[in-house]
Nanobody, 124 residues
Framework: QVLLVESGGGLVQAGDSLRLSCAASGRTFSRYAMGWFRQGPGKEREFVAAITRSGGRTYYGDSVKGRFTISRDNAKNTVYLQMNSLKPEDTAIFYC?????????????????WGQGTQVTVSS
């Protein structure tokens, strides 16, 4: 069992930056690939970014490439999402998730554990 708790969301202006954190419980964090997804108002859940167990590979959704960076610190059981040049269309609840599989990291159904989410609101 893995418990995930997100933090770092808030209200910012367009062009600002935020860093989200996701702290995981347990001693097996390094066994899981991690992902960030988001769900905006009236929208379906969308893949944002993912990182492999070792952190050696990262993947991004097209809408955030070049602006967001995912990273992890296995010693701290934490995954991060650095978000730069935020836009109003980035407004969403951001969720982190953990998966024991190595592939298909862009697919939400591959993930076994989910956090409760943190709200990010970007004003224009």
């Amino acid at each position: 069992q893995v418990l995930l708790v997100e933090s770092g969301g808030g209200l910012v202006q367009a062009g600002d930056s935020l860093r989200l954190s996701c702290a995981a419980s347990g001693r097996t964090f390094s066994r899981y690939a991690m992902g960030w997804f988001r769900q905006g108002p009236g929208k379906e859940r969308e893949f944002v970014a993912a990182i492999t167990r070792s952190g050696g590979r990262t993947y991004y959704g097209d809408s955030v490439k070049g602006r967001f960076t995912i990273s992890r610190d296995n010693a701290k059981n934490t995954v991060y999402l650095q978000m730069n040049s935020l836009k109003p269309e980035d407004t969403a609840i951001f969720y982190c998730a953990a998966t024991s599989v190595a592939g298909g990291l862009e697919m939400s159904y591959e993930y076994d554990y989910w956090g409760q989410g943190t709200q990010v609101t970007v004003s224009s």
